[in-house]
């Protein structure tokens, strides 16, 4: 994997960032490094996008707003990053739809696991959540609760949601544990 990208990274910075990564059998590279903002990234400062230099290093040029097209907000695959071409989504790119459900376009789902990959924002810990317009309080929420209630599943308060399938991704309500604390 390491040699198809190491272009313009200098080697021992490949190597670490290779050493990073964990290749899944649903062939996304998993980056087990920092993340932020929802982007996985590398080194102190300015910090590395690894999604935007792994697809330099294979493509040249890179797109703005790449995403990774799996799903996985951790996949780092070349092969797997793309553009999200907002305007086809909803008419506008909204996470909801006019009658305030989730819009499914942001939902991919993986037929192997059953899993619901969010498409939209994530936060600073790689969770799906809708933002919101800055004058509204709180600023962003939530996706698997909405989708909970959405599909007639009580959402019991004072609890934390997680994912039984364990990916920070998946907003299926079918793969929804409810554990002790909150959100």
């Not at 040029?61 to 305007?87: E, I, K, Y």
């Not at 939902?107 to 990959?117: A, E, L």
């Amino acid at each position: 994997m390491g040699d198809a990208v190491r272009g313009g990274i200098p080697p021992r910075i490949m190597d670490a960032i290779n050493a990073r990564i964990t290749l899944l059998p649903t062939g996304c590279w998993q980056w087990t490094g920092a993340m932020e903002s929802g982007l996985p990234v590398f080194g102190g400062h300015p910090r590395l996008n690894i999604r935007r230099a792994l697809y330099e290093q294979k493509n040249g040029s890179c797109p703005p707003r790449l995403v990774a097209t799996c799903g996985d907000a951790r996949c780092v695959n070349p092969d797997h990053a793309g553009t999200r071409n907002q305007r086809a989504i909803n008419g506008r790119g909204e996470y909801l739809t006019p009658d305030g459900r989730v819009n499914r376009a942001w939902i991919k789902t993986n037929p192997s696991t059953g899993c619901w990959w969010w498409l939209g924002a994530v936060s600073g810990n790689g969770y799906p959540v809708i933002r919101l317009p800055r004058n509204q309080t709180p600023n962003e929420m939530r996706v698997r609760p909405l989708l909970a209630r959405e599909e007639g599943l009580s959402v019991p308060a004072e609890k934390r949601v997680r994912s039984s399938c364990r990916n920070k991704a998946c907003v299926n309500p079918a793969h929804l544990v409810w554990e002790r604390g909150t959100n």
